[in-house]
């Protein structure tokens, strides 16, 4: 990536050194219009990327804390059965 930001660099340094005629002048603006273009049109990909991601990543969360509270109340049904089963087969105690 540097390596391209440097040679976009020279070149523009030697059209610079050229001289200026009207033609190549446009041809130039024409270019660096493309180009700007097609650099925006990448943003606008990414920027949509991220929000197609981020609306996921909210959704995952929102999944992952539901989960989470089933487990929870999994785990304590689990005790209250465990702990009934036990009570049931404990001996009776006399007093």
Do not use: W
């Not at 340094?13 to 005629?21: A, F, K």
């Amino acid at each position: 990536m540097c390596y391209g930001y440097n040679q976009s660099f020279s070149s523009r340094n030697s059209l610079r050194r050229r001289s200026y005629d009207g033609e190549e002048e446009d041809s130039v603006v024409d270019d660096l219009r493309d180009r700007l273009a097609e650099t925006e049109a990448r943003l606008r990909r990414a920027r949509a990327r991220e929000a197609e991601l981020s609306r996921r990543l909210e959704h995952m969360k929102r999944f992952v804390s539901v989960m989470e509270i089933i487990e929870t109340f999994l785990e304590r049904r689990y005790q209250e059965q465990k702990d009934r089963i036990v009570r049931l087969f404990s001996p009776v105690s006399t007093k």
